[in-house]
């Protein structure tokens, strides 16, 4: 099973990247003992559309068209707090049920323009 980080726009240079890496590196060496066979972080450029509900219309359906047909986990702050046992427990039943992959998407809410 894959695992996908998805983001809207672009990590910094410096430390937040190569803390993103680091994790990442991290999650895969593990992962391969877990039935994950790769772990990618992909940014996605944000959407020039004006209007609020424009760039989120926008942003989706980029999220929608580089997840394909793998489940899609949206992070909110709004949402059901997961124990990392939790996590862990629902990507293995995931996995067990024959997913191919998995792509988070963190949906922090961002500042109109």
Partial sequence: MKLTVVCIGRL???PERELAERYRERA???????????VEIVE??????RRDADRR???GRMILECSGT????AFDERGR???SEAL???LETWRDGGAAAVNFRDRRRRRAR
Avoid: M, P, W
């Fill in 81 to 83: 707090t997961l124990t």
């Fill in 57 to 59: 219309a926008e942003e």
């Fill in 28 to 38: 895969e060496a593990v992962g391969r003992s877990k039935g994950l066979s790769h």
């Fill in 88 to 90: 862990a427990k629902r």
């Fill in 12 to 14: 910094k240079s410096g």
């Fill in 44 to 49: 996605l450029a944000e959407s020039r559309a």
């Fill in 70 to 73: 793998g489940i899609l986990v």
